[in-house]
C-alpha cells in the first residue's frame, strides 16, 4: 500500500490536476493508493485574505468570496467530463460554499475572526479540492479527515493525540479500497468536537500519519515545479533569464492547454474569442503575479469578441505587457477587456491603482511595439485607447514571415 500527498501546486491548475489523476489511476493498477491532497494552489491564502476583509468590515469580501467560487467552478467545469458527475459534485460543493458564505457573513456583522471561525474557514480549501479530485478519478472514494485525525488543546494549542489518532486511522481504513482521497491538513478537536487544523505544512503532516499508523509500503511527497535549478538564480544572472524563459514558457503551455479543453480545439492557429484569451491569461497568470504583487482581472464580455489572430500570438502579447509591468517592480493592478477600435478587434488595457501606478503606465507609453513579432507571421501593436492617459489597446495583425 502507498500514500500519495499531492500539493497545492499539483491540484492548483488544470494542467496539474490532470497530472494528479494520470498519476493516481497508474498507481492503483499496481496496489492500494491513499492519496492527501491539499486546497487549489493560493486558495487557503485567499480564504485568509477574505476572513480578515470581513472581520474589518470591509464589503470587498463579496468579492473576494465570489473569486473564490469561481476558481473552484472553473476547475469543476474543466475536469468533471461527465454531465451526471458534475451536477451532482456542483450540489455537494454549493453546500460547502453555501456554509463557508454563511461563515464570512457572520464575521463580517460582528466584526470579530475568532480562532474557532478561522480554523473552520480555511478547512474548507481541502474539503472542497478532496472533493473534485475524488469525483475525477475513477473508482475513488472519499475518506473524511475529521472523522480520524483527532487533537487535544494543550497550552493553547491544538496538538495530535497521537494515540486516538491511530487508533482511528486502523479503523478508517481496515477495508482498504483501491483509490482513497483524503483531504490533509484538517482536523478535529477530542473533546469540543470543533474543527481544528494541523498548520502549514499539515498535508503532509496528515500523509505521514496515516502512512505510519497503517505501516505503509511507501509514502511519496509530489509537487509541481517548472524545474531544478543547478545554482542559486540570484548569484548567476544567466540561469536567471534561463529560469524566465521556462517560466514563461510553461505559462503559455498552459494558457494553449485549458483555451484548448474549453473551446473543444486543439488547433492553435484557429481564431480565437479574446475575452476568453484574456479571463484566461488572467487566471493562468494569477501565480505569477502574486510573486510581483500584481493583480490580473478580465472584464466580463456580453458576447465573444472573435479574430482571426491565433490564441498563442495573444497571449505572447499579453506577456509582453506583464513582462513591461513587473519589469518596473510590479505592485499595479491590469485590466483586460476585448474591443474593436477602428474596425479592429484587440484588448484594451487598464491600468488600475497600485503603488508602482505611473511607472507602469511610463512602461507602457514608451513601448508602442511589443516584441515586434510575439509569434511568426504576427506583430502586436500597443496604441492609446480614447483616455491614453489610462488605457491602451492591443492589436496583433499579420506581417512578413521571419527569414
Not at 481504513?173 to 478535529?188: E, K, T, Y
Not at 492557429?269 to 503575479?289: E, G, Q, W
Request: hydrophobic fraction near 45%; proline fraction near 3%.
Amino acid at each position: 500500500m502507498k500514500v500519495l500527498k499531492f500539493g497545492g501546486t499539483s491540484v492548483g491548475s488544470v494542467k496539474s490536476i490532470l497530472s494528479v489523476k494520470s498519476i493516481v489511476e497508474k498507481e492503483a493498477k499496481r496496489q492500494p493508493v491513499i492519496v492527501v491532497v491539499s486546497a487549489l494552489g493560493g486558495i487557503t491564502d485567499k480564504l485568509i485574505a477574505t476572513s480578515k476583509l470581513a472581520e474589518n468590515g470591509d464589503d470587498k469580501w463579496k468579492q473576494s468570496y465570489d473569486e473564490i467560487v469561481d476558481r473552484h467552478y472553473m476547475m469543476i467545469d474543466t475536469v468533471i467530463t461527465d454531465n451526471t458527475a458534475r451536477e451532482q459534485l456542483f450540489a455537494t460543493i454549493d453546500i460547502l460554499l453555501d456554509q463557508l458564505k454563511s461563515i464570512f457573513f457572520g464575521v463580517y456583522l460582528v466584526h470579530d475572526l475568532s480562532k474557532k471561525s478561522y480554523d473552520t474557514i480555511v478547512s474548507y480549501g481541502e474539503r472542497i479540492s478532496s472533493h473534485i479530485v475524488a469525483a475525477m478519478i475513477r473508482g475513488a472514494r472519499r475518506v473524511n479527515s475529521l472523522d480520524f485525525i483527532v487533537t487535544e488543546q494543550k497550552n493553547g494549542r491544538h496538538i495530535l493525540d497521537s494515540d486516538l489518532t491511530h487508533k482511528r486511522v486502523c479503523e478508517t481504513f481496515a477495508n482498504l479500497s483501491r483509490i482513497s482521497i483524503v483531504p490533509g491538513f484538517i482536523s478535529r478537536d477530542r473533546d469540543t468536537h470543533d474543527i481544528t487544523n494541523l498548520g502549514r505544512g499539515g498535508s503532509d503532516y496528515t500523509a505521514a500519519i496515516i502512512a505510519a499508523s497503517l505501516d505503509a509500503d511507501v509514502l511519496e511527497i509530489w509537487t509541481d515545479v517548472d524545474g531544478f535549478m543547478t545554482a542559486d538564480p540570484r548569484v548567476i544572472k544567466a540561469l536567471k533569464e534561463a529560469q524566465q524563459q521556462i517560466l514563461r514558457g510553461a505559462a503559455l503551455a498552459e494558457c494553449m492547454e485549458y483555451l484548448a479543453q474549453v473551446s473543444h480545439s486543439e488547433n492553435e492557429n484557429a481564431p480565437c474569442d479574446l475575452a476568453r484569451v484574456a479571463s484566461t491569461f488572467c487566471l493562468m497568470a494569477a501565480r505569477r503575479a502574486r510573486a510581483v504583487q500584481m493583480v490580473l482581472e478580465s472584464a466580463d464580455s456580453e458576447e465573444p469578441v472573435w479574430s482571426a489572430v491565433p490564441a498563442l500570438a495573444v497571449l505572447r502579447a499579453l506577456l509582453d505587457i506583464f513582462d513591461l509591468c513587473a519589469s518596473v517592480g510590479g505592485q499595479v493592478k491590469l485590466r483586460f477587456s476585448a474591443g474593436r477600435q477602428n474596425k479592429v478587434e484587440g484588448i484594451i488595457i487598464e491600468v488600475c491603482d497600485g503603488a508602482n501606478r505611473d511607472m507602469a503606465l511610463a512602461a507602457l507609453t514608451g513601448s508602442p511595439l511589443l516584441n515586434a513579432r510575439p509569434r511568426p507571421g504576427w506583430q502586436a501593436l500597443l496604441m492609446p485607447w480614447r483616455d491614453p492617459a489610462q488605457r491602451f489597446f492591443l492589436s496583433i495583425s499579420a506581417c512578413g514571415s521571419e527569414d
